[in-house]
Structure formats: C-alpha cells, structure tokens
C-alpha cells in the first residue's frame, strides 16, 4: 500500500496536459503546479483534506480520460452491459473513490523527487503512449511508475498509471468482480458512494 500512495503522489504532482509538447515535458513542466499549490497550503493540509480533493480536481482531474480509465476498472464485458446512465454514475463513483483514497499522500509529501526518462521510439503518430519515471524517496529508495496516456481530441489524457508493473486500475477491477457477481453494477455504485460518504 505504501507504493501506492508513493506512486499515486508521484501521480498527481505530474499533471497530463495539452499535446504542445512531447508528453514527457508536459509531466515535468507541469508537475510544478500541484507542488506550487501544497506548499502554499502546507499548513492546512492535513487537518483539512478537502483542501488537497479540489487541488486535484483543479489540477488534475481535467487531464483525466475519466471514461477509458473507468471502463478499464470496470471491465470490458460489465461496461458494455451498463446503461450510459450507469457508465456515468459508476465513472463518477470510481474517480472519487481515487481521490479520497489517495489524497492522503499530498498532505505528506517529504520531498519525492520525479524523473522521467525519455520515450523511447517513435511516437508521433502513435495514438498511446506509455511514460516511464522514478520516484525517488528521501532515503534513497526508488519506485518505477508509469504513465499510459492517450490521444483525445488532439491532448495527452491519462487512462492507466502502473507501480512496479502493477497496473493500478486492473488492481480496483480485481477488487470489483465479487460485487459485480453478487450485487450487479448498481450494487457496486452503490457501495462506492457509500463508502466516498464516509470519507467526505
């Protein structure tokens, strides 16, 4: 668990912006603007953590392919059984449910560092692309984390991140075809905004 959280800091402090530039300039240019605005609000950070959930949505959750990341969650057969009205109450669900998990986090960031390596091949008319960095914690330690982004309308937007080589999206769907098998999509949603609830 504590990769995750590592890895999901090193997530969110690498916004996935505008397709001006290759996508790895993009994530070390902008990371800049979450850690900009946890330091102004450092001293509030973690008695108040509705603060970091709108530097992420601010931030971050505009970068997101909110869609692609939650079909992959949910599973290809389960997405294409759901009504659109399903599909969009779940995507809801499921992006907060990774907000409130995570953002913990940001409020304890001790100077990770971030540094990406290069794309490797051409991939200018590649409609995805896979990012490859390492988060380098205090004591030395490392993490390998990576990004897989995609083309939409012309902007890199994330749909996958991966710690280790663990896809972090295929970790949620593993947990969510118990619920699905007993309780149907509705039974998860459901259990989703339950449990959000309790967070807020």
Known sequence: MKKVIFALFGLLICTMV??????VDLLQNTSNQLISALQQNQATLRTKPQIVYH?????LLPHVDVMSMSSKALGREAWLRASPMQRQAFAQQFVTLLIRTYSSALAQYTNERVNFLPIRGDYTNQPRVQVNSIIVRESGSSINLSYRM???GGQW?????SVDGVSIIESFRSQFVEELQHSGINGLI???AQHNN???
């Not at 937007?157 to 991140?161: A, I």
Request: charged share 15%.
């Open 18 to 23: 505008w397709a001006i530039s290759s996508p």
């Open 55 to 59: 530097i992420v949505n601010q931030i």
């Open 150 to 152: 995609t083309r939409v």
């Open 157 to 161: 937007m994330l749909y996958d991140f």
């Open 190 to 192: 459901n259990k989703l």
């Open 198 to 200: 309790q967070s807020d």
